[in-house]
């Protein structure tokens, strides 16, 4: 199946920091992805759309300013957290979905995550 | 608006008991549902998907479900379990490919040795 990497796996930075979390489809062209956020035991909840050489749709209660997504090549798109808090701390998940025929269509391919925390 | 419900955050089997997850779904247009599992500090992988074809689907490691539209169903099941499938599954909603999915709340499953 199609591969999507994130980088970096795990962070931890100083509050009012910023962090850059970056995923990549390795083998497919992914002209959207989604940004997914998990606290500690809970499920994923959907943060915004990542649309290629457009602007990033946000989920209601996601603060734009403070979650900046550029999704500026086909394989690529960035969450980057500004001026993050303890209150971020997180495992932040994207997902890419394949238009590609074959058994994969219609599937989305998740990264394995990037586990912020801030202290 | 899609939704997903999981009855029962944690649910424990004896080793080479059945396992049985409970999801249901609701979606004005005809769904897509996935099965994900996860274990600790890791990804999402994915167990099993229905899109539109057979409605009992065979997945990974054993596992399948079955779409039943008359009860809004795609419980997840298991004829014996093992020590390895203890992780937090999710059942999971679209009403395309290439939309976001809706998660469930999720299910913690231990096995009991």
């Known amino acids: 199946g199609a591969v999507v990497s994130q980088h970096p796996s795990w962070v931890i930075c100083k509050s009012g920091t910023s962090v850059k979390i970056e995923c990549r489809s390795l083998d497919f062209q992914a002209t959207t992805m989604f940004w997914y956020r998990q606290f500690p035991k809970q499920s994923l909840m959907l943060m915004a759309t990542s649309n290629e050489g457009s602007k990033a749709t946000y989920e209601q209660g996601v603060e734009k300013d403070k979650f900046l997504i550029n999704h500026a090549s086909l394989t690529l798109s960035t969450l980057t957290v500004t001026s993050a808090h303890p209150e971020d701390s997180s495992f932040y998940i994207c997902?890419?979905?394949?238009?590609?025929?074959?058994?994969?269509?219609?599937?989305?391919?998740f990264g394995p995550g990037t586990r912020l925390t801030v202290l | 608006a899609q939704s997903v419900t999981q009855l029962g955050s944690h649910v424990s089997v004896s080793e080479g008991a059945l396992v049985l997850l409970r999801c249901n779904y609701s979606s004005s247009v005809p769904p897509y549902l996935f099965w994900y599992v996860q274990y600790p500090n890791q990804g999402l992988q994915l167990l099993l998907k229905y899109t539109s074809a057979a409605t009992l689907v065979k997945g990974i490691n054993g596992f399948e479900a079955e779409f039943k539209k008359s009860e809004t169903s795609f419980h997840l099941t298991k004829p014996s379990a093992h020590m390895s499938d203890a992780a937090e599954y999710f059942c999971a909603v679209s009403d395309q490919g290439n939309t976001p999915l809706v998660f469930g709340k999720g299910t913690r499953l231990s096995v009991i040795a």
């Open positions: 997902s890419a979905p394949t238009l590609a025929g074959g058994p994969s269509y219609n599937e989305q391919f």
